[in-house]
């Protein structure tokens, strides 16, 4: 059964400082995998999607990495803002439904 | 190009009722998924329509139903509501199931049953 796991539950850190959520999964054969945002009592935004022969994805200051592999895959945020302050859920597709991580909730003050 | 969108936003309803919650997927998209989202248990998946047919359901009990419609519109129902179904009900679609492609959320629909 797949599992998702993303570390730290939470983070909270000045405006300007460069970020990394992890994602970890336990069955490799994934086809995809995503990360959303979602800001409080709101649905969610499509941020990347990692296909599972790619790597990485970038938009913006985002960038994700995908290692199969291991089980693992990182969210980098460049030069953090207070508006990127939200959830960030990672899910992997397993065959035909999207699996959950368990979410970060992070805080950028300025 | 609309998005996903989910009526109503929000709803309040009583033990025992029922409830019919709506979702149109983007224009083009065939694939409506339903999850539920909950502080305790986070986001589950529940069903899975494509082309007016159940293609998945994830492990809720047989108040939890679903239909899709020609236009790809979905409606989810619950029945003899409990206090537990309280949660964010949320919908996604995509271009075709097996989800190869991007899925998208629409706002989602709060659920409060007192």
């Known amino acids: 059964k797949q599992e998702v796991t993303q570390i730290p539950a939470a983070l909270s850190v000045p405006e300007g400082e460069n970020l990394v959520l992890n994602c970890s999964f336990t069955?490799?054969?994934?086809?995809?995998l995503q990360w959303f945002r979602q800001d409080p009592g709101k649905g969610l935004t499509s941020l990347l999607l990692i296909q599972s022969s790619q790597r990485e994805q970038t938009s913006g200051r985002l960038n994700a990495s995908l290692d199969k592999s291991s089980g693992r895959s990182t969210l980098y945020i460049a030069a953090s803002q207070p508006g990127d302050s939200a959830t960030y859920l990672c899910a992997v597709t397993d065959t035909d439904k999207l699996i959950f991580g368990t979410g970060t909730r992070l805080q950028v003050f300025p | 190009k609309a998005g996903v969108t989910q009526t109503p936003r929000y709803l309040i309803k009583t033990r025992g009722q029922q409830v019919t919650l709506s979702c149109s997927p983007i224009s083009g998209h065939r694939s409506v998924s339903w999850y539920q989202q909950t502080p305790g248990q986070g986001l589950q998946f529940l069903f899975e329509?494509?082309?007016?047919?159940?293609?998945n359901k994830g492990n809720f009990p047989g108040r939890f139903s679903g239909r899709q419609f020609s236009n790809s519109r979905s409606e989810m129902n619950v029945s003899t509501l409990e206090l537990g179904d309280s949660a964010l009900y949320l919908c996604a679609s995509s271009l075709v199931p097996g989800d190869h492609t991007e899925a998208f959320f629409g706002q989602g629909t709060r659920l409060t049953v007192v």
């Open positions: 329509y494509f082309s007016e047919t159940q293609r």
């Open positions: 069955d490799s054969a994934i086809y995809n």
